[in-house]
């Protein structure tokens, strides 16, 4: 329970932004970090799905370089979807490099792309994925980059991030979540990873995993968990928020998949929502090294449970067995 109010926490903000070209662009909706022009300070990148561009809600992602001084008074680069709705911009993931030049690469989601099948349809809401590489020389980061694209109706790109280094080959790599994929249940989900390379994020993934039951959204949040074991090797961490449990109806889960990948196919810990409705796995996040064992522990939002939402805090430790719930809290200031 967090009662004390940290002042650093109270004071107004360093620095306050707002370049977004469109009324209800959703600037904000996706943040990250990294250094895409490698000297050494952080940058920024924020995500502005709704925003204008040259067709309306295509999506933009405004990168704020960072520096001595603090981050650049404008956006150093300015990325962009090309169609229209497709927003660009939903998920963001900056803290990884994928091509292991030494400059981070910016993966961006515009998980409502329509895929043209022939003169007169589309295959509505597949989603495709950006890779933007960085670079020494100015704007610093591709202005389009690679693109991978969904199957179907999958939303892919939802969720993406940089999952660290799953197959221990020295690149990192990047978890790409479908949450509305399609396949013998219905809107079960689906996770998967690719690959880096010296030439960049392999187009066939790595491994992929379905969700597990009918409309479970497997796949709506993803991100990496560090080593939670101990081996060398990073975890994975997937979130199904609308999947069911004994606690009821929406509970959520998340799973844990160990390193390597693919081996490492049958979840190593898979903890669900404590009550019906909880929507467990929804946000996810790698926490580090909290208590500053070695081992990293990682968090899970559950932001329907009881109505008022709860965040719970998992640690790492070695061995199997020995991951444990260790903390619940409700917003602060609620009891
Ligand atoms: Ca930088
Ligand atoms: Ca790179
Ligand atoms: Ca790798
Ligand atoms: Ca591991």
Redesign the pocket.
Known sequence: MVRRRDPALTRPPDRTLDDSVEEGARFGAALSTG?????????LAVGSPYDYDTDFQQGRVYVY??SASGLGASPGWIGAGSQAGEHYGTSLAGTGDIDGDGFSDLVVGAPDYDKPAGPLFSILDCGRVFVHRGGPTAPHLEARGATLEGWGNDRFGAAVAHVGDVDGDGHSDIGIGSPTYSDLLGTEGRAAVHAGSAQGLKPQPLWTQDGLESKSQFGAALCGAGDVNGDGLDDVLVGAPFEDSFSGVDAGRARLYLGPLPAGATPFRSPAGSLASSEAGAALANAGDLNGDGWSDFLIGAPAHDGLGLAQLHLGAFGIGRLHFTAAARPPGLT
């Open positions: 250094d895409f022009n490698g000297d050494g300070y952080a940058d370089f960072g």
